[in-house]
């Protein structure tokens, strides 16, 4: 089955700073990522996602890319604010439930 | 999201008692699933659940029953709870019949404690 490795675990930066996150896949066949974003106490909510037919997508300060031959997807946030401090999961599916990976403990330090 | 509820949000046991956590949601959707959350592990997959009659064991389904009530409810059981079983337990949904969606929303999570 499908198998998703994230690194780091854990990663401080500046406000202001960029963060970058990154997954690894095993199933060639996956074919959707999404990243969630869980604040402490909270439930993850999902903030962006990807599909395998598109390299690159959008939204505001975070972007996803993906390489489908590398297998490798990642989550990059520019100009970090203190309330992107959160932990961050990547996840990857071929229309069955989403296998997760173990998560990034995200610190934006002012 | 509201729609997504749990029920308790907070459970404390002792071990071997049996504990029923419930989910409900109102977003039509047919899939529901049951995550589990430790520390350092991320979210493993308890159970899921593609329609009605459609049950699944997900990577950690020892110690665990499902029962699917409804389209909207599905519950989590734990028959004789273990010390071990000490988590934050997220129910959540994603699909509609028909698409190939997965976005999944999760619920609010229930902390579970058995001493």
């Not at chain 1, 106490?41 to 972007?63: F, H, M, Y």
Request: hydrophobic residues 30%; positive net charge.
């Amino acid at each position: 089955g499908e198998n998703v490795e994230q690194h780091p675990s854990t990663l401080s930066v500046q406000e202001g700073d960029s963060a970058v996150i990154k997954c690894t896949y095993s199933d060639s066949a996956s074919n959707y990522f999404p990243w969630y974003k869980q604040e402490l106490g909270k439930r993850p909510q999902l903030i962006i996602d990807i599909r395998s037919n598109v390299g690159e997508k959008k939204d505001q300060r975070i972007a996803v890319t993906l390489n489908k031959t590398a297998k490798h997807f990642s989550l990059h946030i520019t100009e970090t604010q203190p309330e992107d401090s959160a932990v961050y999961f990547c996840a990857a599916s071929i229309y069955t439930p989403l296998v997760f990976g173990k998560g990034t403990r995200l610190s934006v330090i002012a | 999201d509201a729609d997504v509820t749990q029920t308790p949000r907070n459970r404390i046991t002792k071990t071997g008692k049996r504990i029923m956590l419930e989910c409900s949601q109102t977003k039509g959707h047919d899939r529901m699933y049951w995550y589990r959350q430790d520390p350092g592990l991320g979210l493993r997959l308890i159970y899921y659940s593609f329609d009605v009659k459609d049950i699944n064991k997900g990577e950690i389904s020892d110690g665990y029953s499902v029962s699917r009530q409804a389209q909207a409810k599905f519950s989590l059981s734990l028959e004789s709870a273990i010390p071990n079983q000490t988590a934050l337990y997220f129910c959540a949904t994603s699909g509609v019949l028909g698409s190939y969606t997965d976005t999944q929303y999760f619920g609010p999570g229930t902390r579970l404690t058995v001493l």
